[in-house]
Each structure stands twice: as structure tokens, then as C-alpha cells.
């Protein structure tokens, strides 16, 4: 039912996600009156959902369907604090915008504009989050995986990197505000997880996990034994995998928002894991219980 509907990338799925996207904003904003921020929140969600389909399709980093979509919007459901225009937010947007051009590098085709690009957008998101600059490290694992290193693709990430952060510089040095400026490299780590003990989000957490490391052993041996595109691709999305789980740790503040940073690379390594299992059953069964438990979480 649900594998056959979600297995092939439809317009009508965007639809019918962006309904099941409703149904979990609307019991996260229940206790709200209607007002234009609410208003604000979906128009921006569109925005994500847009750029994470685009991502998505266009690199071909799962099959032709709509799991990774999904999964996604489940991911927020399970999270609905996620839900949420904060400075965590536009750094997540700016670092989808950044993915779109470190993916991208699997073609040959304008590859410098594209490293400029994508440290660009990370210098842009490090203006709002210190902490994503550790995403570096995923633009030069895609420069390595598809392209090579010279000198020209070692310092163009670079430039577009500090392009942004030196014109921030400029303007806090001629306001006299560099101690904003000098903001940006006081990394406090805060090592309290206690707010990710509560069984809100602990048992959500243990659920997901199993299934990402379920769907890792599932994928990895089989695609790292075949050297084809795809090989570097996975290896370049458990990096992302990885950076993200470091980012989300280093975090000196736990709203539980900075998750979002997480679910780009566990909805693509939940669906590759979905993928490889052939009985339709099992994956409806699959994916019944990741839609039952986000709207249990409610409750919890």
C-alpha cells in the first residue's frame, strides 16, 4: 500500500506530504492562535522541502521515489520542536542551499563556480552558527571523492568561504562591533544531555537509531563492494552522516531544533536501507510504524 504509493516520485506525493506535514504542525501549534508568524513557519517549510527535493532528485542519491521525502517529514514529526524560525533554522536552510553544490560535484560541469559556491553558503551559515563551519569537511571529502585536488579546488572553497565573514568583519570593525565578531570563535560546548534523556525524545531516538544503523549494515557492504558513482556518494553521505552527529554534540545550546541538522542524512540513509528490502510487506510495515510512533511521540 504505502511502498507502492511512496515507491515511484510523483507530483502527487509533494501533496500528500505536505498534508502529513500539516497534520504534525497542527498538533505542534494547537494551543496557538492563528497569526502571519504562524503563517511565516509553513511558507518557510516549503522553502526547506523544495530545496531538500531538488537535492535529492537531482543528484540521484536514492532511487526514483519519495521515501527520503517522507522520511523527512517524519523525522519533524517525531521533533515538532524543529518547527521553529530561529537562527538554528535559517543556519539549516543555508547549509541545504551548501549540499545542493557539495552533491552537485559528482559532474564535471562548472565545478569551480560550484566550490565557491558551496563555501559561500557555509561561510554564510558560520555567520549564524559557528558550529556548521565542521561541514567543511564534507566539501573537500566531494572535491576528493569526485573531483580532484589541485590548487585552484583547495582555495576556492576558501575565498567563497571567507568572502562573507570578512565583509561581517568589515562591518563590525567600521560600527566598532568586533566583539560580535570575535563571538563567532568562543566555542562553549555544553556537555548536558539530560534534555535528550526525556522519553520524549529518548525513545524516538533509540527507534530512529535502530533503523539508521539497521539500514547502514543493510546498504554500505553492498555498495562499497561495486566501484560506480554511487560508491562515492555513499561514502560522501556518511560523512554528512557523521559531521552532523558531531555538530548536533558540540552544541552549546539544546533546543532540540538543532537536530534538523541530522535529518537530511538519516532520511537518505533510512530510504537506501528502505530500498534494498524486496517484500513490500516489510517495508509497509516499515513505514506504518515510523507514522504511527510520530504522532504517539505526541503523547508521550
Known amino acids: 500500500m504505502l511502498a507502492n504509493f511512496f515507491g515511484k516520485s510523483k507530483p502527487v506525493n509533494f501533496i500528500v506530504l505536505f498534508a502529513l506535514f500539516l497534520g504534525y504542525f497542527t498538533l505542534s501549534t494547537f494551543s496557538k492562535e492563528f497569526s502571519l508568524e504562524i503563517l511565516k513557519e509553513l511558507l518557510w ?4 522541502f523544495s530545496v531538500f527535493n531538488f537535492i535529492i532528485a537531482k543528484n540521484k542519491i536514492t532511487f526514483d521515489n519519495s521515501y527520503a521525502f517522507l522520511f523527512f ?9 524543529t518547527i521553529n524560525i530561529n537562527n538554528t533554522f535559517y543556519a539549516n536552510l543555508t547549509v541545504l542551499l551548501f549540499l545542493r553544490k557539495v552533491y552537485s560535484l559528482q559532474t564535471s560541469k562548472n565545478t ?3 566550490i565557491f559556491d558551496g563555501g559561500l553558503w557555509l561561510g554564510i551559515s558560520f555567520l549564524i552558527e559557528p558550529l556548521t ?3 567543511g569537511l564534507l566539501l573537500f ?3 576528493y571523492l569526485h573531483q580532484r585536488f589541485t590548487y585552484q ?3 576556492t572553497p576558501l575565498i567563497g568561504f571567507f568572502s562573507p565573514v570578512f565583509l561581517y568583519f568589515t562591518y563590525c570593525f ?10 563567532l570563535f568562543n566555542w562553549s560546548i555544553d556537555y548536558n544531555f539530560e534534555l535528550y534523556l526525556n522519553n520524549k525524545y529518548l525513545l524516538p531516538m533509540i527507534f530512529i537509531g535502530f533503523f539508521t544503523i539497521f539500514a547502514l549494515f543493510l546498504k554500505t557492504p553492498k555498495t562499497l563492494a561495486v566501484k560506480n558513482k554511487f560508491r562515492k556518494n555513499w561514502i560522501l553521505i556518511l560523512i554528512h552522516l557523521v559531521s552532523a552527529t558531531i555538530l548536533v554534540g558540540l552544541f552549546n545550546e539544546r533546543k532540540i531544533s538543532e537536530l534538523l541538522f541530522l535529518f537530511f542524512p538519516t532520511a537518505v540513509v533510512l530510504t537506501n536501507g528502505l530500498e534494498m528490502i524486496k517484500k513490500k510487506l516489510i517495508v509497509d510495515i516499515i513505514l506504518i510504524l515510523f507514522l504511527v510512533l510520530s504522532f504517539t511521540s505526541f503523547f508521550l
Open 153 to 155: 579546488t583547495l582555495l
Open 73 to 81: 517529514v517524519i523525522l519533524i514529526g517525531f521533533f515538532t520542536e
Open 112 to 114: 569551480l563556480h560550484k
Open 133 to 135: 563551519a565542521l561541514f
Open 174 to 183: 567600521w560600527y566598532d562591533k568586533t566583539e560580535d565578531f570575535n563571538k
Open 45 to 48: 517549510f516549503i522553502v526547506v
Open 141 to 143: 571529502a566531494s572535491i
